[in-house]
């Protein structure tokens, strides 16, 4: 059996209505669920102008695997924070912004950002340092929907052949 931790995710931005129910499967198959009670997430409770969280007790690697990777596929912001392993691994907190590759922050048990004397040194500024610290601290931003695109031509009428 894998090393387990419990973790968050906090999910928002941009999301296509073609990405919902993928997304949902996603946290599903890890085991998301709406609070730490077990509660279901449920779909028609994803609301623009909010985020979306999703908590699971006994994560492997104390990851959200499957949701992680759907979010990064499909450009979709998140902030997931996962507790320790004894022995194993630390807590830490990962930011994916939509763009990019996920950045991946040391923290105490108490959910504060670590920054280790070497990372100080290969920073070297002060400026760097905050905007380091800054980048570790990114929210994602409320939900908003945006129509797919795919198959449809220049003008968005959809292509029938």
Same mark, same amino acid.
């Given at each position: 059996?894998?090393?387990?931790?419990?973790? %968050?995710?906090?999910?928002?931005?941009? $999301?296509?209505? %073609?990405? $919902? =129910?993928?997304?949902?499967?996603? $946290?599903?198959? #890890? @085991?998301?669920?709406? #609070?730490?009670?077990?509660?279901?997430? #449920?779909?028609?409770?994803?609301?623009?102008?909010?985020?979306?969280? &999703?908590? &699971?007790?006994? /994560?492997? @690697?104390?990851?959200?695997?499957?949701?992680?990777?759907?979010?990064?596929?499909?450009?979709?912001?998140?902030?997931?924070? %996962? @507790? *320790?392993? %004894?022995?194993?691994?630390?807590?830490?907190?990962?930011?994916?912004?939509?763009? @990019?590759?996920?950045? /991946?922050?040391?923290?105490?048990?108490?959910?504060? $950002?670590?920054?280790?004397? *070497?990372?100080?040194?290969?920073?070297?500024?002060?400026?760097?340092?905050?905007?380091?610290?800054? =980048?570790?601290?990114? /929210?994602?931003?409320?939900?908003?929907?945006?129509? *797919?695109?795919?198959?449809?031509?220049?003008?968005?009428?959809? #292509?029938?052949?």
């Amino acid at each position: 059996m894998a090393d387990r931790a419990s973790a %968050s995710i906090r999910i928002g931005g941009v $999301i296509p209505h %073609s990405c $919902i =129910s993928g997304l949902f499967e996603a $946290i599903d198959r #890890d @085991g998301g669920r709406a #609070d730490w009670e077990g509660e279901p997430l #449920d779909p028609a409770s994803l609301c623009a102008g909010e985020t979306l969280e &999703a908590f &699971a007790y006994a /994560q492997p @690697g104390g990851m959200f695997e499957w949701t992680e990777q759907f979010c990064e596929d499909h450009g979709i912001a998140f902030v997931r924070n %996962s @507790g *320790s392993c %004894s022995g194993v691994f630390g807590p830490e907190r990962v930011v994916f912004s939509g763009t @990019g590759t996920p950045a /991946q922050f040391d923290m105490t048990e108490n959910e504060e $950002i670590v920054l280790a004397r *070497s990372m100080i040194r290969a920073l070297a500024t002060i400026e760097a340092i905050e905007a380091w610290f800054e =980048s570790a601290e990114f /929210q994602p931003p409320p939900i908003t929907f945006a129509d *797919s695109t795919a198959g449809t031509g220049e003008n968005g009428e959809t #292509d029938n052949g």
